[in-house]
Each structure stands twice: as structure tokens, then as C-alpha cells.
């Protein structure tokens, strides 16, 4: 069993920055891919960043260039480093794994808000 817990969170005024934490207990093998999703009041979870074992990465276009997702040397912890925010990004963030290609892991989601 994996347990994911997000840290990080919190308020911050536009062009600020923030860095997510994502703890995983558990073994890491077999894992296949990393990612951070974020679903703002009135909106579907959305895909942030992504990060394969392969070390591939993906981004969604509102984000490219302001963040980088990244995982520790044991790869047990990933990171979302965040800057130049915008309110737009204000939203609750969500780290996620994915195993053996089919097991689904989501941790419980930290808040963060864009001050304009």
C-alpha cells in the first residue's frame, strides 16, 4: 500500500512563489509516474505536471515555464516548485502515482491561493 502526503500549501500574493512537497511511504518500486493535478472551485481536476520513470516530463501549457516537477535522489518525495504565480493557479493541488501501470495513488490535496 502507498500513502501520499502533500505539504507546502498556502497563501501567496501574484509573482510569488511556492514549493509542494509530496511524501510517499511505501516501496517505490514499480512506480511508473509521478504528477501533480489541481481542481479550482467550479472546475474538473486538471493535469499540472507529470514525470515518468523514463524521466519524461509534461506540463500543462498554463504552467510551462513557471514550474518544474521533480522527485528526490530515493525518490520516495516529488516536488512542485511553483513560481511567478498567478491567481489563476489558486487551487487545491493533488500528488499522484501511478504503479505497474494500473494502481492509482492520490493523496489528500493542499490548498493554494493567489493573491492578486
Known amino acids: 500500500q502507498v500513502h501520499l502526503v502533500e505539504s507546502g500549501g498556502g497563501l501567496v500574493q501574484a509573482g510569488g512563489s511556492l514549493r509542494l512537497a509530496c511524501a510517499a511511504s511505501?516501496?517505490?518500486?514499480?512506480?511508473?509516474?509521478v504528477a501533480w493535478y489541481r481542481q479550482a472551485p467550479g472546475k474538473q481536476r486538471e493535469l499540472v505536471a507529470r514525470?515518468?520513470?523514463?524521466?519524461?516530463?509534461n506540463y500543462a501549457d498554463s504552467v510551462k515555464g513557471r514550474f518544474t516537477i521533480s522527485t528526490n535522489v530515493a525518490m520516495n518525495t516529488m516536488h512542485l516548485q511553483m513560481n511567478s504565480l498567478k491567481p489563476e493557479d489558486t487551487a487545491v493541488y493533488y500528488c499522484?502515482?501511478?504503479?505497474?501501470?494500473?494502481?492509482?495513488?492520490w493523496g489528500q490535496g493542499t490548498q493554494v491561493t493567489v493573491s492578486s
Open positions: 499522484y502515482s501511478l504503479y505497474f501501470g494500473e494502481r492509482h495513488y
Open positions: 511505501g516501496s517505490v518500486a514499480g512506480r511508473s509516474a
Open positions: 514525470l515518468t520513470s523514463s524521466g519524461t516530463t
